[in-house]
């Protein structure tokens, strides 16, 4: 069965390393979206792609990049980690316009 | 702006219809959704509306949407144990498949 899959599924990490989540999708979807879910925030987006070679900022970009060199995948780097960037992590994807989100189960990141 | 807003804690006995309300500001949004989050996993769709309807029906869920008012709820009848999660409202808003989610309403069912 075509699937999300995010991981690692939980990451601690140090102020100022540089930590990348993996997020790779099996539907061949060409939209992909990466969102952080913080308390009474709900899920606020961070970068998405419409597909290969094509990446956009969303509202909360900042300390954050991506790259999309294939259809399948859609890794998020957090360029040098700060403690606001404890937050758990959800990566989507979409087949086109009006499809549904598909929702990986999310990586837990913790910056100390 | 873009703002979704819902209500963050919501508590209803077993078989009882719960309704989970959410206003949102994009007059111009095409589609807005309800997905159910349990605990551990990540979101899954429950069910959507376009923005030319009033109502839709799909077994125990309803939504109501009230464009003039921007107000979009969600009902569930017969409300279950197994229907406790958090739900969160999103409407398709700045762009292509682009959504903007509420906080999140947690439903508790009890006994």
């Known amino acids: 069965d075509a699937e999300i899959t995010q991981s690692p599924r939980h990451k601690i990490t140090e102020t100022g390393r540089q930590v990348t989540l993996a997020c790779h999708q099996t539907?061949?979807?060409?939209?992909m979206f990466w969102y952080r879910q913080d308390l009474g925030h709900g899920l606020r987006l961070i970068h998405y792609s419409y597909g290969v070679q094509d990446t956009n900022k969303g509202e909360v970009s900042d300390g954050y990049s991506v790259s999309r060199s294939n259809t399948e995948d859609l890794p998020l780097t957090l360029e040098s980690a700060a403690s606001s960037q404890t937050s758990v992590y959800f990566c989507?994807?979409?087949?086109?316009?009006?499809?549904?989100?598909?929702f990986g189960n999310g990586t837990r990141l913790t910056v100390t | 702006g873009e703002d979704v807003e819902q209500s963050l804690f919501l508590s209803v006995r077993e078989g009882d219809s719960s309704v989970i309300n959410c206003t949102y500001t994009?007059?111009?949004?095409?589609?807005l959704y309800w997905y159910k989050q349990e605990p551990g996993a990540g979101l899954q769709l429950l069910t959507y509306i376009f923005s030319n309807m009033d109502m839709k029906q799909d077994q125990r869920l309803t939504v109501l949407l009230n464009k003039k008012d921007k107000h979009l709820s969600l009902r569930i009848a017969d409300t279950q144990t197994g229907d406790s999660a958090i739900y969160f409202c999103?409407?398709?808003?700045?762009?292509?498949?682009?959504?903007?989610f509420g906080a999140g309403t947690r439903l508790a069912v009890h006994p």
């Open positions: 539907w061949n979807h060409n939209n």
């Open positions: 994009d007059s111009s949004s095409t589609y």
């Open positions: 999103a409407e398709e808003a700045g762009g292509y498949n682009k959504l903007i």
């Open positions: 989507a994807s979409s087949e086109k316009y009006n499809s549904p989100l598909h």
